[in-house]
C-alpha cells in the first residue's frame, strides 16, 4: 500500500480492555469494551474517546467498584443499537439506564435503538441489559474528554 498523507487519521487496530480492570461482575454476565479512540492514543488530538462492546446475553456495567456510578468533566453519549438490517429499531433486550443523584435518580428504560447524552457533571450507571434475545452494540463517545475520563467522581454501587 503506498503512503499516505491521512492514514494517520486511521484507526486499523482496536485498543484491548484493560484486564487490571473489574469491568463488570462474571455473575451479571459483562463483557469489557474495546476502544478505537481514548486518551492514551492512538490520535490523541482528537481529544475523543470512542469504545463499543456487543451484548451477546444479560448483563451489567456500572456495578463493580472499579467502574462504579460516576460522573465526568466532559459530555458523553451512548448509542445502543440493534444489528437487525430488516428492523434495526429493534434492540433485542430490555435496557435500564440509571441517571442522575438522590432524589433526582431516575431509571430510564427502552428496547428499541437509542442515543442517550450525557451531560458533563450528570451521574451515571449502572445499566443493566435484561432478556436479551439477540445481539446489539453499544457504542460510547466521549467529547472534549481532556484529563476527564481520568479524573471520575466515583459513587457508591446502587441497583444491585
Given at each position: 500500500m503506498a503512503d499516505s498523507r491521512y492514514?494517520?487519521?486511521v484507526v486499523?487496530?482496536?485498543i484491548p480492555p484493560d484486564l487490571n480492570i473489574a469491568w463488570g461482575r462474571p455473575d451479571l454476565g459483562w463483557v469489557a469494551p474495546?476502544?478505537?479512540l481514548h486518551p492514551s492514543g492512538p490520535i490523541k488530538e482528537t481529544n475523543t474517546m470512542v469504545e463499543f462492546l456487543w451484548i451477546t446475553r444479560d448483563c451489567a456495567s456500572g456495578v463493580t467498584k472499579d467502574k462504579p456510578p460516576h460522573k465526568h468533566d466532559c459530555d458523553e453519549i451512548f448509542v445502543f443499537l440493534g444489528t437487525d438490517p430488516t428492523n434495526?429499531?429493534?434492540l433485542g433486550a430490555?435496557?435500564?439506564f440509571w441517571l442522575g443523584e438522590g432524589d433526582q435518580t431516575e431509571k430510564i428504560i427502552f428496547n428499541t435503538t437509542t442515543l442517550v447524552y450525557i451531560?458533563?457533571?450528570l451521574l451515571h450507571f449502572p445499566i443493566f441489559y435484561k432478556?436479551?434475545?439477540?445481539?446489539?452494540?453499544r457504542v460510547v463517545i466521549g467529547l472534549n474528554i481532556g484529563e476527564a475520563l481520568q479524573n471520575n467522581t466515583m459513587y457508591p454501587l446502587r441497583g444491585v
Open positions: 492514514e494517520k487519521y486499523r487496530k482496536l474495546y476502544h478505537f434495526i429499531m429493534d430490555d435496557v435500564e451531560p458533563r457533571g432478556n436479551v434475545k439477540k445481539p446489539s452494540l
